[in-house]
């Protein structure tokens, strides 16, 4: 546990005692006795998190964090309330108050909140620092990760995106395909117009060819007007083809046909009309399966591949998910127009744990529901849909307290994260090293901690 702290208390003995455990953590820790000591004090520097009391000699620790919060966010505070005080210290909450702490606590309750106060500014400081990067250099803003995999799909997209190629983005469900194709759009020379999506997997097989190409009035029942297709409105911009597996094989041709000459016929006309239009196609099947069984044109597949990019799955960049949470958090709570909810410890592990079949869009999904459900400033495990009991709980069977419960769950991530990575490389150490970020040495360690033989890996 990391974190600059300033203690305020006027008994010097709680100031101490706090101190001591504090440190023991890992901690810098700095007392004062007073409103006028903390604050110059904060005048000097900044502190991470600031505990104080309620009740201090010649102030409050509601007027402390009233000016704390009058000079920015830039200081979480614990508030530490006597018995009785319970309506002050949903006062403080209202202020920003970060959370209170009732007299009498023991050091393990004290511990448990300073440490999820901490952990909770360091991934918002993360992610505000990402979003920054992301969005002065690249404009990615809406793709959260940092992880290897995810660092792939950015290289390609800074790569890509001042072309003209036509790019192939595959990738499961809610991995996030859609947002790939608006950064690679919205990157390119093309972004003055918007970009123009079509699912056609949502499209009718009877209606689809006029969706994409237009057509003429009277072209069959129910045309009573002349309309444009997607290709039309997307001159001169991108034309983003969703599951683009799923298209009928006759109208397979005739999207090759604009792919080679850049032209069109509306249905039931017989004016060829030109089009500027760059492709990017997504999809979740295995198109190469289909081209072997004929359903899918085998020339067609090659026009889209030039630039194939892969998404992972969530279960494959697991390093990803404290910034996703605290992204998702943050986007559910301006949704609601309401202060970023917390994870309570049980509810984090359990979002560890699961195995994310639907990827970050499901994970997003169970977010904004349990921030809509949780009827506190905290989402406990209950509040999560789905995740609250069977397959989907980590299995802590056995143990005894927290902490022992927080420590099975993160030795479960640990096992699979780390056999996930020798998989990828089949058994090289080295390389799976590298992409999760540890020193060879330490996830040799690890590896012997958890009785890993990489040998099993090797193909």
């Known amino acids: 546990m990391k974190g600059s702290i300033l ?26 006795s007073s409103v006028g000591e903390a604050q110059r004090r904060l005048d000097s520097r900044s502190f991470d998190l600031l505990i104080t009391d309620l009740s201090l000699n010649g102030g409050s620790g509601m007027e402390l964090l009233r000016w704390i919060k009058a000079r920015g966010p830039a200081t979480a505070v614990v508030m530490i309330t006597a018995y009785g005080s319970e309506k002050i ?37 993360d992610l505000q620092e990402f979003r920054a990067q992301a969005a002065s250099a690249h404009g990615f803003e809406s793709i959260i990760g940092r992880s ?24 499961a469900s809610g991995t996030g395909k859609e947002l790939v194709a608006k950064a690679i759009h ?9 970009i123009v999506a079509v699912n056609c997997a949502a499209v009718s097989r009877e209606l689809v060819e006029s969706e994409l190409f237009g057509h003429e009035r009277g072209a069959f029942t129910g045309a009573i007007a002349t309309r ?11 034309l983003f083809l969703d599951e683009v597996g799923d298209m009928p094989r006759e109208t397979q041709a005739k999207i090759l046909r604009v792919l080679q000459e850049r032209e069109l016929e509306r249905v ?44 992972p799955a969530l279960r494959d960049r697991l390093e990803d998910l404290p910034l996703l949470i605290a992204h998702f958090l943050a986007k559910a709570a301006e949704r609601t127009r ?36 949780a009827a506190g400033d905290e989402i406990g495990i209950d509040d999560l849909p789905h995740l609250s009991g069977g397959d989907s709980a980590p299995k802590i069977d056995g143990a005894s307290s927290f902490r022992d419960a927080k420590q099975r769950v993160i030795e479960q991530f640990e096992r699979r994260f780390i056999a996930d990575a ?19 040495q330490q996830l040799q360690a690890k590896l012997a901690e958890y009785d890993i033989d990489p040998e099993q890996f090797r193909t």
């Open 7 to 32: 203690v305020v208390d006027d008994e010097r003995s709680i100031c101490v005692a706090i101190e001591r455990l504090l440190t023991s953590t890992g901690c810098e820790v700095v007392t004062a």
């Open 89 to 125: 210290a949903v006062e403080a909450m209202k202020l920003g108050a970060a959370d209170y702490l009732p007299k009498p606590f023991d050091n393990d309750e004290l511990e448990l909140i300073v440490r999820r106060v901490l952990e909770e500014r360091s991934l918002r400081r």
């Open 148 to 171: 290897a995999p995810m660092q792939r799909v950015f290289d390609a997209i800074r790569k890509v995106a001042a072309t003209d190629l036509t790019v192939l983005i595959r990738g």
């Open 186 to 194: 919205y990157n390119s020379p093309r972004q003055a117009r918007p």
């Open 228 to 238: 444009e297709g997607k290709f039309e409105v997307a001159d001169g911009s991108t």
């Open 268 to 311: 039931g006309g017989n004016r060829t009309i030109k089009v500027d239009v760059r492709i990017i196609a997504a999809t979740n099947q295995d198109l190469e399966a289909k081209v072997r069984d004929g359903s899918f044109r085998e020339d067609l597949y090659y026009r889209l591949r030039v630039v194939p990019i892969l998404l």
């Open 338 to 373: 309401r202060a970023p909810k917390a994870l309570a410890p049980g509810a984090y592990a359990a979002l560890v744990a699961r195995e994310w079949k639907g990827n970050v869009r499901e994970l997003e999904n169970a977010l904004e529901q349990a921030t809509a459900l």
């Open 422 to 440: 020798l998989a990828r490389h089949g058994g090289n150490v080295t390389r799976a090293a590298t992409e999760i970020g540890l020193y060879r």
